[in-house]
């Protein structure tokens, strides 16, 4: 146990803290209305939506992992997150407005609200809501994870007996306060406690691209070292008559794979609930537009990041125990940072945790409550009743998270992350499509979302839970693609031929609520722009 590091990280996470139970009064408004628990009551502005985005896209795992398979497994699984963040805004400067539009007007709070009302039917809804909450789950778990890497790079016991039982004390403390103060506050303490994570993740990610090169004799070594690795594992490969385990640069057989992993993930990263409530958050749609604008620059500081990979090889680390190649960079930090920055480093990804998990709890909890409990037990609560719902459901879904990290073997709960991906890009068709059109037949949507979800989910497990696998059906053969672009194909092609189908037939489509001009952006309010206090107040 370091004690200096322990000290600094202590004091970082009482400050977020303390942080997460002021923000309840932070403009304040009644906690007990869902949209104002939930989605703290629509009034962020350019500068906290742009750091709520920030924290809730680009994750503790994000900062482990993207590094971490650049360390193990090279470019193909490390590099792809670099061009899905620059692929994904275009997009979404496009869609988001749409989405928010049609939101603010309806007082909507899920994209399966959204469905429901486009498409008139509740099953549907309910399809998009189990979805959400299904890819959400193991992607919060991972946060978790993310912590208890925190905690064991600085050396603080992450498993301590009690009564002879082996306890993860400090992760259920964590959990706790985590709990605690996303009851009290809802979405509005991640979104202040997301301005001290980010700038500690910057004041991090400088010092390590700056110093660790410089240390280790510029970035040409750094590449040469990553370079003499592919070489060894294309030997040991060569020897045993297997496929490489390690490559600096794609091959030609990984071209299709990368490509699909990198569109797979742009159009997946906004079906997420974490990311809309993020987006549903903002006061206006000129404020959606300026952060997608300037969100880019997290993608230039992940394109950073990511080559610490390549530093971990040149520098020779070792690992942590136990985690393997999550190991790599909290070894790395280890290696060359005194003992005070690793604490603050690790304070940092710790921090950078308990903002994504926050907000996907929270997303997660609106689903539930306004697409499953509302709907189907309890359709005439009231907002207080509705919002207490969520604010224990919240509760339960950060406890499964915590349950899966705490009994199941940490490889399985990453491969099941996988699998989000692929879940959640079975709701483009209803969710997406359904901004620019109502021509699907609601039941088409939800069949073709049905097999689009078994094909995908079938895919990767029988792939060793492999996310990218080659199609083989008869004479048809595709090389490695991304099982969430495949599945999501299937998807679209089964809607697109029973929709006439269900129409010849009189199965009869729902009511659509919504007019063409809710979708307007002029329907949004025009916000003055936010000038001094006003962009922080």
């Known amino acids: 146990m370091r004690w200096d590091a322990i000290a600094v990280f202590i004091f970082f996470f009482l400050l977020v803290t303390v942080l997460g139970f002021v923000a309840a009064r932070w403009r304040r408004g009644d906690l007990n209305q869902i949209h104002e628990w939930g989605l703290a009551g629509r009034r962020f502005g350019t500068v906290i939506t742009w750091f709520l985005l920030g924290g ?13 398979a650049l360390y193990g497994a090279g470019a193909l699984s490390g590099w792809f997150a670099v061009p899905y963040t620059i692929l994904v805004y275009p997009f979404i400067y496009v869609i988001m407005p749409r989405f928010w539009s049609v939101c603010k007007k309806h007082n909507y709070v899920t994209a399966a609200d959204f469905v429901r009302g486009r498409f008139g039917s509740k099953w549907l809804a309910l399809a998009i809501a189990f979805t959400g909450i299904l890819a959400t789950m193991p992607y919060i778990a991972l946060q978790m994870f993310g912590i208890q890497v925190s905690l064991e790079a600085i050396g603080f016991p992450t498993v301590i007996p009690i009564f002879g039982i082996d306890v993860d004390l400090p992760l259920i403390v964590a959990f706790l306060i985590l709990a605690a103060y996303t009851y009290s506050s809802g979405l509005r303490a991640p979104a ?83 990311s809309l409530t993020s987006i549903l958050s903002s006061n206006s749609v000129k404020v959606i537009k300026r952060n997608v604008s300037l969100l880019p620059i997290y993608s230039l500081m992940l394109g950073l990041l990511a080559l610490l990979g390549y530093m971990a090889i ?21 290696a060359f940072f005194p003992s005070w920055f690793s604490g603050f480093a690790f304070a940092a990804i710790a921090i950078g945790a308990l903002v994504p998990a926050a907000v996907m709890s929270i997303a997660a909890a609106n689903l539930f409550t306004r ?69 699907f037949n609601r039941w088409a949507l939800l069949i073709g979302w049905l097999v689009g979800m078994v094909f995908g989910t079938w895919t990767v497990f029988s792939n060793n839970i492999k996310s ?24 679209l092609v089964l809607a697109v031929i029973l929709t006439p189908v269900f129409e010849m037939i009189g199965a009869r489509r729902g009511e659509d609520i919504t007019q063409p001009e809710d979708y307007a952006e002029a329907t949004a309010p025009v916000e003055p722009p936010e000038i001094g206090q006003e962009a922080l107040g």
Not at 314 to 334: C, E, F, H, M, T
């Open 371 to 439: 697409n499953i409990y509302i709907e189907f037990f309890h359709r005439n609560a009231n907002e207080t009743q509705e919002t207490n719902v969520a604010k224990i459901t919240s509760f339960l879904i950060k406890f499964g998270a915590l349950l899966f990290i705490v009994f199941l073997d940490k490889s399985i709960v990453i491969n099941f992350q996988l699998l989000g991906g692929v879940w959640i890009l079975q709701t483009l068709p209803a969710v997406f499509f359904g901004l620019y059109t109502r021509w």
């Open 468 to 491: 990218t696998a080659p199609i083989d059906f008869g004479f048809i053969h595709v090389p490695a693609v991304y099982a969430a672009i495949s599945g999501v194909i299937l998807n």
């Open 56 to 68: 809730d896209l680009y994750t503790a795992y994000t900062f482990i992992a993207v590094p971490a």
């Open 192 to 274: 202040m406690i997301a301005l001290v994570k980010d700038v500690m993740i910057f004041i991090v990610l400088f010092a390590t691209i700056i110093y660790i090169p410089y240390k280790l004799g510029g970035f040409s070594k750094i590449f040469d070292a990553a370079h003499m690795k592919t070489l060894a594992a294309a030997t040991t490969a060569k020897a045993k008559g297997t496929a490489p385990t390690f490559n600096d640069l794609l091959g030609s057989n990984q071209y299709l794979a990368y490509a699909t992993l990198a569109l797979g993930s742009a159009l997946a990263l906004f079906l997420y609930p974490h």
């Open 314 to 334: 040149a520098a020779k680390v070792k690992p942590l125990a136990d985690l393997g190649n999550n190991g790599s960079i909290p070894a790395l930090i280890n």
